[in-house]
C-alpha cells in the first residue's frame, strides 16, 4: 500500500505544477474531521493532524495523542511533534523546505488557519477548490473490493432486520437495531445515521427517526436509506416496504420509482454527463400521474471514502462521468402527508455501462409484517 499513497501524493502535486500542499486536520483548530479524509487518502493514516506535501519531502504534524498511532501506521513518512494550533510548530518545517507558496483547498480549510500561516511565516497561501477530492472520484480496485464489501454487509443487515419489520415498532428502536446488526456483521458502524421512515415520514427524504418515533401501522410505506463503515468507506442504499397490505396507489408508485431507477442506470456509462443521467431517470416520472412530486436533488453522486463525494448528478451537472467513479442512483416520488418511495443502488461506471455493487432484491413492492 505505500506504493498507492506514494502514487497518489505524486498526482496531487502533479495537480498543484509541483507547490507544496497542506492538508489540515485538527479538532483543536477548526471543525472536528474537516479533512480526515485527505490525510487518510494520501497516507494510510487515520488519526488527526496536517500533512505538508512537497517534491523533495513529506511531513506529518501530529501531537502527543497520536504519536505511536502514527509511528504504527506510517512509520515510513517524517513525523514532527506538533502541540496547541500546530502553526508554530510548522513555521521551522516550511522555512527549512523553503516554502513561498502553499496550496490548500478552499473546501475543507478554514480561514483562521490560512490568516495565521500566512500572519506567521509571511507565505503566500493559494488556493484550489478540492484537488484530493478530485483525485479520489476514480477507484482503484482495493477501493471497489472495500465498496463491495460494505455494500453486502449493509444488505445483509437489512434481510436479517426484516422479521423485525411489523405494526407496533417504532422508528428508532428500527434503526437503532439495524445499526447493531451492521456492526455484528463486520462494519465499523453506520456509515450515517440511518433513515428509517414511516407512512408520513417517508416523503421527507432526509427523515431521520429522532424527528418523529413513529409507530408503523398497516398501510405505511417504509423507507430505509442506509450505508455502512468498512475500512474507512462507506455504502449508500435505498429500498422502501409497504407495511401490511400494498394498496394500487402504493404499488403504482412504487413501479414508476423503480422504472425510474432502471432509465438513470441505463444512461450511466463512462462519457456522460451528469446532467444526462438526471434527466433519463426524471423524464420517467415527469411522464407519470406523480409528476409535482418528482425528487428535486441530483439523481446520485459519488461515494468512497464519503457519503457524498464528486461527481454530483444534478440538473446542472455538465461534467462527464469517468470510469472506475462509484455513484449512487436514487430517484424518488415524495407525497406529502402520504409518504415517499425511493429506491438507491450503488453502481461502478465503466466504459459500456455500470456493474451493480448493491444487489437487495427490488423488482417488485415487499409487503411486510
Given amino acids: 500500500m505505500t506504493e498507492i499513497y506514494q502514487a497518489r501524493r505524486r498526482e496531487l502535486l502533479k495537480r498543484t505544477k509541483g507547490m507544496p500542499y497542506l ?3 485538527l479538532d483543536r483548530t477548526m471543525p472536528h474531521g474537516m ?4 490525510l487518510r487518502y494520501l497516507t494510510g493514516y487515520t488519526g488527526e493532524g496536517a500533512l505538508l506535501l512537497s517534491c523533495d519531502d513529506t511531513v506529518l504534524f501530529i501531537d502527543s495523542r497520536y504519536l505511536e498511532q502514527a509511528e504504527r501506521q506510517v512509520p515510513h513518512l517524517r513525523r514532527v511533534h506538533a502541540e496547541s494550533d500546530y502553526l508554530d510548530d510548522m513555521g521551522p518545517i516550511l522555512n527549512e523546505l523553503e516554502v513561498k507558496r502553499l496550496g490548500f483547498s478552499s473546501w475543507r480549510m478554514t480561514d483562521y488557519v490560512v490568516r495565521e500561516l500566512t500572519r506567521r511565516t509571511g507565505m503566500e497561501m493559494v488556493s484550489f477548490r478540492d484537488p484530493v477530492g478530485e483525485l479520489r472520484v476514480c477507484k482503484d480496485v482495493a477501493e471497489l473490493a472495500t465498496l463491495r464489501r460494505a455494500a453486502k454487509i449493509s444488505e445483509a443487515a437489512l434481510e436479517k ?3 423485525s419489520l411489523r405494526p407496533g ?4 428502536d428500527i434503526a437503532f437495531e439495524f445499526t447493531a446488526l451492521m456492526q455484528d456483521l463486520g462494519g465499523e458502524g453506520a456509515a450515517f445515521g440511518p433513515t428509517v421512515a414511516a ?7 432526509h427523515y431521520r427517526p429522532s424527528l418523529g418515533r413513529r409507530v408503523l401501522e398497516s398501510g405505511d410505506f417504509l423507507l430505509f436509506d442506509f450505508g455502512v463503515l468498512v475500512d474507512g468507506y462507506v455504502s449508500d442504499i435505498s429500498r422502501t ?11 403504482e408508485i412504487y413501479r414508476w420509482v423503480n422504472e425510474a431507477l432502471d432509465a438513470g442506470l441505463a444512461s450511466l456509462r463512462a462519457g456522460v454527463l451528469g446532467c444526462d443521467v438526471h434527466r433519463a431517470a426524471s423524464q420517467v416520472i415527469e411522464a407519470s400521474p406523480y409528476a409535482k412530486y418528482v425528487f428535486l436533488s441530483p439523481l446520485g453522486h ?19 462521468l469517468e470510469r472506475g467513479t462509484v455513484v449512487t442512483v436514487e430517484p424518488g416520488i415524495y407525497i406529502p402527508g402520504f409518504g415517499g418511495v425511493r429506491i438507491e443502488e450503488m453502481a461502478v461506471v465503466t466504459d459500456t455501462g455500470y456493474e451493480l455493487l448493491s444487489s437487495f432484491p427490488r423488482a417488485e413492492l415487499v409487503e411486510l409484517g
Avoid at 479533512?35 to 485527505?38: A, C, H, R, T
Avoid at 409497504?242 to 404499488?251: M, N
Fill in 241 to 251: 416496504f409497504v407495511i401490511g397490505e400494498a394498496s394500487d396507489k402504493h404499488r
Fill in 169 to 172: 415498532t417504532n422508528e428508532v
Fill in 23 to 25: 492538508v489540515f486536520d
Fill in 199 to 205: 407512512g408520513p415520514n417517508s416523503a421527507l427524504p
Fill in 35 to 38: 479533512d480526515q479524509v485527505s
Fill in 302 to 320: 459519488g461515494v468512497g471514502l464519503e457519503v457524498h463525494e464528486s461527481p454530483r448528478m444534478g440538473p446542472k451537472m455538465d461534467a462527464k
Fill in 161 to 163: 432486520l426484516i422479521p
